[in-house]
């Protein structure tokens, strides 16, 4: 494991060619929030082909690349930056697997558009051999026991005993104030977030890496499931916040929220989700 506050291209200059298996980010959106400066879009595309092109450098063979982001907003236009983004990751000759669309519930209203409720995390390969796991993150079917009710395989299950592929639409709450998770990040990773990406791209012993640690949600979901985690952050604060959840989690009183745990239960009440 490895956290340091530090610039990202430093940081990354450091790590050695094709020695990671999976470079996971949420970079800032260009908004002007507390924690990143406002640009021209311009500017921001360019600053993030840099940190693509390191990441690019860095990535091993059979890694990924998950680029997770929502909007730019411009004047009350709408710009996705998964799509404006698109080109730079593409002229690495880099395969897009899934567009995955991450929904969640709470947010901030809108008045003179629909209020927003998902961002998307972009799956990008090197090459066609890459690390792929989909036993892990496997979902419960919605009709477990079903079985076939004719033909060869009448009478066995009709779907796999462990669990389905939870496709590309992942509801997963974002981390608000009543989370276990929240930090004085205003718009950190959900783990359960992550744990997928990690358990489904790598295998136990690779490094991760996310050049925009914030809080360090990425490197807790690496650490937890036993790979090497790898982040910094400019923020020295983040970078501290980072540092106690870690050792929070090595000592066992880490609270995350269980991958896999419904978002809604009708038979909890109200305040128990």
Not at 24 to 34: A, E
Not at 239 to 253: K, P
């Amino acid at each position: 494991m490895r956290v340091e506050c530090a610039d990202n291209l430093a940081f990354m200059g450091a790590i050695p060619d094709a020695s990671v298996h999976l470079v996971v980010t949420s970079p800032p959106y260009n908004l002007g929030k507390d924690y990143e400066s406002r640009s021209s879009l311009d500017a921001y595309l360019a600053s993030q082909a840099a940190v693509v092109a390191e990441a690019v450098r860095v990535l091993h063979p059979r890694g990924s690349i998950c680029w997770q982001v929502g909007n730019f907003v411009d004047n009350g236009e709408v710009i996705p930056l998964d799509v404006v983004l698109y080109d730079i990751f593409a002229k690495h000759d880099l395969k897009l697997r899934n567009r995955i669309i991450w929904h969640f519930g709470h947010g901030l209203h809108c008045k003179r558009r629909l209020s927003g409720r998902y961002e998307t995390v972009n799956w990008w390969t090197k090459t066609d051999d890459y690390t792929w796991h989909l036993d892990p993150i496997r979902v419960p079917p919605k009709y477990p026991g079903k079985r076939h009710f004719k033909g060869p395989k009448a009478g066995e299950l009709s779907c796999n005993p462990l669990g389905k592929n939870p496709s590309d639409v992942w509801e997963i709450p974002n981390v608000k104030n009543n989370h276990p998770e929240k930090t004085i990040h205003p718009c950190q990773f959900p783990v359960e977030l992550i744990e997928r990406l990690v358990l489904s791209m790598t295998d136990p012993g690779d490094t991760v890496l996310d050049p925009y640690m914030g809080v360090g949600s990425a490197v807790i979901a690496a650490e937890m499931h036993g790979r090497v985690g790898y982040g910094c952050d400019i923020s020295a604060e983040y970078v501290s916040v980072a540092r106690e959840r870690l050792d929070r989690l090595a000592e066992g009183t880490l609270r995350t929220r269980p991958m896999g745990k419904p978002v809604y239960d009708p038979n909890l009440p109200r305040g128990g989700h």
